[in-house]
């Protein structure tokens, strides 16, 4: 007679375990029920801004919910990013990730939170190259070219960023290492300043994501030496890449969307689902190719694994050059 009891216990048991999980894939299936707020770490109008607000219209009209948008800037994206990781992990305080997240991760000695442990991956929106670009007076129109002038001026050629732990800045640390010159760092507040002394031949190189250099690239205010990414861009095709005379070269600027730890699998899954299906709508995705990015629907683990491995990438730079915060 024990037996048919112990069978009992153990379905009874069973059942047990399946009940917390109801009200999980319920909140899932029903998510959301209120306004969803987007934690943009800079200002309005930057390229993490301007995605952020396409993504949350797409979602507000698929969802029926508010998705507000909330401009958190200071310290290089750590106070929106460490908002974002103090708020409840209930899928209604959603981060827009990008890579000075995975940059700050070594930069920042004392940082309240860890990032790729606080942070979890929803889904990536989109990559992009950055372009190397010089001013019209140095003589190189190649990369091989640009690599023999700097090694025949060591410490006298300026390259401009957007400030100190950039991704404008950690890919030029990058393209130094690599090919092995030294150049002098001038940092910038602002993308305008550092174009408009580039141009003016105050500095004479420059990394800067593709978006906004296009235009005085086309223009012909700027010479484009090569983009970054391991295959050419679909917005400048004639341009090689880095990586085809310094082989290994690649940097990618991207953007995502992460949520704070503990966030339900099924509403991470959930949105994941709908991020990707808005990726692949053709009137979303065309606004996003008209910004130049490349739209990249990925799963939330292999965004994950992406964070680790430019989390890894940056901290090499970073510690090779010991590079410090301003």
Do not use: C
Not at 20 to 45: C, D, E, H, M, Q
Not at 209 to 232: D, F, N, Q, Y
């Amino acid at each position: 007679m024990k037996l048919p009891h112990r069978r009992h216990f153990l379905r009874l048991a069973a059942g047990a375990a399946v009940v917390p999980a109801l009200p999980r894939v319920a909140s899932a299936l029903n998510y959301p029920t209120r306004p969803v707020r987007i934690i943009v770490t800079f200002g309005a109008g930057s390229a993490s801004d301007i995605a952020a607000r396409l993504l949350g219209q797409y979602l507000s009209e698929r969802l029926g919910q508010p998705f507000v948008v909330e401009n958190r800037t200071g310290a290089g994206g750590n106070v929106g990013t460490e908002a974002v990781v103090k708020s409840a992990p209930d899928g209604y305080t959603l981060l827009i990730v990008n890579p000075p997240n995975t940059i700050n991760t070594t930069l920042y000695d004392n940082l309240n939170f860890n990032f790729l442990r606080d942070i979890t991956a929803v889904a990536m929106v989109y990559r992009q190259p950055l372009v190397m670009e010089v001013n019209l007076a140095v003589p190189a129109k190649t990369v091989p070219e640009f690599v023999a002038y700097a090694k025949s001026k060591p410490g006298k050629i300026n390259i401009a960023s957007l400030g100190i732990g950039t991704p404008q800045h950690m890919a030029g640390e990058l393209f130094k290492r690599a090919a092995g010159i030294d150049l002098v760092h001038v940092p910038y507040r602002g993308g305008p300043l550092a174009i408009a002394d580039l141009i003016g031949g105050q500095v004479q190189v420059m990394f800067d994501v593709l978006i906004s250099s296009i235009e005085h690239v086309r223009a012909g205010k700027l010479r484009a030496l090569a983009t970054t990414m391991t295959t050419r861009s679909e917005v400048l095709p004639e341009i090689p890449t880095v990586a085809e005379s310094i082989p290994g070269y690649n940097v990618t600027s991207w953007l995502g969307v992460g949520a704070p730890k503990g966030t339900p699998s099924e509403i991470v899954e959930r949105l994941n689902k709908e991020i990707n299906e808005g990726l692949n709508d053709p009137k979303l995705r065309a606004r996003f190719t008209d910004l130049g990015v490349i739209v990249s629907p990925v799963s939330p683990e292999a965004f994950g694994t992406f964070m680790a491995d430019e989390t890894a990438k940056w901290a090499e730079v970073i510690r090779a050059a010991n590079i410090k915060p301003e």
